[in-house]
């Protein structure tokens, strides 16, 4: 996953599916590191694509375009 567009795509595709999920299960799930998936949410978060309700540990992340 070498873009970050592609790996973008990734997290969105994932939330829509398990919004609960963590980014050590979706960097297992796809074949990167943590820290790129971290990384491809804070970008998504900034261009308000993504959205986090609720608590870290109990909270789940929200699609809004």
């Given at each position: 996953?070498?873009?970050?567009?592609?790996?973008?795509?990734?997290?969105?595709?994932?939330?829509?599916?398990?919004?609960?999920?963590?980014?050590?299960?979706l960097?297992?799930?796809?074949?990167?590191?943590?820290?790129m998936?971290?990384?491809?949410?804070?970008?998504?978060?900034?261009?308000?694509?993504?959205?986090?309700?609720?608590?870290?540990?109990?909270?789940k992340?929200?699609?809004?375009?």
């Amino acid at each position: 996953i070498g873009s970050g567009l592609v790996g973008s795509e990734m997290c969105i595709r994932d939330r829509k599916e398990s919004p609960t999920s963590t980014a050590v299960e979706l960097a297992g799930k796809i074949g990167v590191s943590k820290s790129m998936v971290e990384c491809a949410l804070k970008r998504l978060k900034a261009l308000k694509v993504i959205s986090r309700t609720g608590s870290d540990k109990a909270g789940k992340w929200m699609i809004l375009k």
